[in-house]
């Protein structure tokens, strides 16, 4: 499951927006109204290890690095193919690319000015 597989806070949420606009449009969607369920329970995960000091700082960077990286691969290959389905996905893989890169920045910033 992909949701599995994302780790940056930042994504998840854009994710997540995303979907609640999905589901005004398509209220009786079982599959994106579990989708977001999944994508708050790991949002949910997320807060409770940092809080509880289960997560530092450094090993999530490096998840959302990894998650970076991935999102970056599965734009360039998906987005290669001829499918408007496909440029979606590329499109949506880029976004969450996009993202986790500012995240990152931004806390590795943060870090140095401690």
Do not use: C
């Given at each position: 499951?992909?949701?599995?597989?994302?780790?940056?806070?930042?994504?998840?949420?854009?994710?997540?927006?995303?979907?609640?606009?999905?589901?005004?449009?398509?209220?009786?969607?079982?599959?994106?109204?579990?989708?977001?369920?999944?994508i708050?329970?790991?949002?949910?995960?997320?807060?409770?290890?940092?809080?509880?000091?289960?997560?530092?700082?450094?090993?999530?960077l490096?998840?959302?690095r990894?998650?970076?990286?991935?999102?970056?691969?599965?734009?360039?290959?998906?987005?290669?193919?001829?499918?408007?389905?496909?440029?979606?996905?590329?499109?949506?893989?880029?976004?969450?690319?996009?993202?986790?890169?500012?995240?990152?920045t931004?806390?590795?910033?943060?870090?140095?000015?401690?």
């Open positions: 499951n992909r949701v599995n597989r994302m780790v940056s806070f930042d994504a998840l949420k854009w994710e997540e927006a995303e979907l609640q606009k999905m589901a005004t449009e398509q209220p009786d969607n079982d599959e994106i109204a579990d989708r977001i369920l999944q708050q329970g790991k949002l949910t995960v997320l807060e409770v290890q940092v809080q509880t000091g289960r997560l530092q700082i450094e090993d999530y490096k998840m959302a990894m998650q970076m990286e991935h999102e970056k691969a599965l734009a360039l290959k998906v987005g290669k193919m001829e499918s408007l389905k496909s440029k979606q996905i590329a499109k949506r893989a880029l976004t969450r690319y996009k993202i986790i890169q500012k995240e990152v931004e806390a590795e910033s943060a870090a140095a000015d401690e």
